[in-house]
């Protein structure tokens, strides 16, 4: 019971919430000319756009205006040069009714948006506190609750420096708490520790748990299959044409998949498998934003096999990739994973007569359908490989023990019996060790690879 209060205190509202009511948003994004810091696989525009898809996930929330602003080095404290940052400021003051800025980069000082607010006279978001208000919204279990909230400690930390140094600028210095030998930052700095040291040991205990069903689903021999990709890729419209599971609704927004969902299908050869559908990835996704969710992504390491969705037709279909391979090369996943993924190139029916660039991808259409059977085959192959399970058809005596071993130790797909000499023809698939026992007990066994 203890334990409860203590999760129901630390998924009850945020400190940082920005509530459900309307925002009117102005889009600012600093564009780098030249430098380290330009990407070479976008544009202003592209990244623009991409943030506009980032509001209008947002309900109540419109894009009053976007303003894309040239800069040498967005980490200065004004973001731009002082001619830029005027005519900027100019411009966002004769906006009707603007309640709110979305600087488009990936996280600003505690003092850089005191600054902006202060010359604006609105609050300033950044990416951070977008997607962290996205994620919030879009939170359903306590794991994907306490996730975000463990990746609001940074910003709470940040907004802890920012109001000391107001204090001390209007008290003239720090001042002890009633005695107790504690100056005000401290205390808070305590308070917030104990509450990370909270939500770590909560997610700890839900990982544990999630851990259990692992090992209990790897007794039924269950191959995982974890389907990831940049953030409205079609994941889930993909899991639901291969698994036929109606109950799937996908939702064409960013981030509509917080939470590890499995979802059971069938291969080619009958073969049943677990889909794991996976959070989506984002270009210049805070690094604590990741770091808070490495307990959902814990499980792609779990996996048999990755399958790498790409939304073709994006324009940023090349940048989005690099980020998704990004993501997965700093999860310390296992060589052979990796070596394995599977690309699918999704979304082909907007494009006329799609053929894939690179070796090994597939093309499919997961809303009508197209390339499904050829990525199903592809999927159960490298599943083979990847459990080291055999698909074989032995020939076996009714009268004998073997038919109930089989379907003890494997996976029997389909028994042809033949009445007349008392056998019968048997499919199965079966993993290695089981395969090794299989043939010191019935060592006359007819064995057919398949």
């Not at 090349?318 to 090369?329: C, G």
């Not at 023990?401 to 389909?414: C, D, F, G, I």
């Amino acid at each position: 019971e203890e334990d409860e209060a203590d999760l129901e205190e630390l998924l009850g509202p945020s400190p940082l919430a920005l509530g459900p009511g309307a925002q009117r948003v102005a889009i600012v994004h600093p564009a780098v000319k030249w430098g380290p810091q330009k990407s070479p696989l976008t544009t202003a525009e592209l990244q623009m756009a991409e943030a506009v898809a980032l509001v209008d996930t947002l309900q109540n929330w419109t894009v009053l205006d976007k303003i894309i602003v040239p800069t040498k080095n967005p980490n200065k404290k004004f973001v731009f040069g002082k001619g830029n940052f005027q005519v900027l400021t100019e411009k966002i003051k004769k906006l009707p009714h603007v309640t709110a800025v979305f600087l488009n980069v990936e996280r600003i000082s505690s003092l850089t948006k005191k600054e902006l607010e202060g010359a604006w006279g609105v609050p300033v978001f950044d990416r951070y506190t977008v997607v962290l208000h996205i994620f919030r919204c879009n939170a359903r279990t306590k794991e994907a609750k306490l996730q975000v909230a463990l990746a609001e400690i940074p910003l709470l930390r940040s907004n802890l420096k920012n109001e000391v140094s107001q204090r001390d600028q209007q008290r003239g210095g720090s001042r002890y708490i009633m005695g107790s030998g504690e100056t005000f930052l401290e205390t808070q700095n305590r308070v917030l520790k104990e509450r990370e040291l909270k939500i770590r040991n909560a997610l700890e205990k839900l990982r544990r748990k999630r851990a259990l069903l692992r090992t209990q689903r790897r007794k039924c021999e269950f191959p995982m299959v974890s389907v990831m990709g940049y953030t409205n890729c079609g994941k889930t419209t993909l899991i639901k044409a291969l698994t036929g599971e109606a109950g799937l609704q996908p939702r064409d927004q960013l981030f509509a998949t917080l939470d590890i969902t499995a979802h059971a299908g069938y291969l080619p050869s009958h073969m049943a498998v677990i889909y794991v559908d996976t959070i989506g990835f984002l270009t210049d996704l805070p690094h604590n934003l990741v770091e808070s969710f490495s307990a959902t992504l814990e499980e792609v390491a779990y996996s048999d096999l990755i399958v790498h969705v790409r939304d073709i037709t994006h324009p940023e279909t090349v940048l989005q990739k690099a980020t998704v391979l990004s993501v997965l090369r700093n999860l310390n996943l296992p060589s052979h994973l990796l070596d394995s993924v599977v690309e699918v190139h999704n979304k082909v029916d907007l494009i006329e007569r799609y053929k894939p660039t690179e070796e090994n991808a597939l093309a499919v259409s997961a809303l009508h359908g197209h390339g499904l059977e050829e990525l199903k085959q592809e999927i159960e192959k490298k599943i083979l490989t990847a459990t080291g399970k055999k698909i074989l058809t032995v020939n076996i005596n009714l009268e004998g023990p073997q038919l109930s071993w089989l379907y003890k130790e494997a996976t029997v797909q389909e028994v042809e019996v033949m009445p007349e000499d008392g056998r019968a023809r048997v499919k199965v698939i079966i993993g290695s060790s089981a395969f090794g026992r299989y043939k010191n007990l019935f060592p006359n066994s007819e064995i057919f690879m398949s």
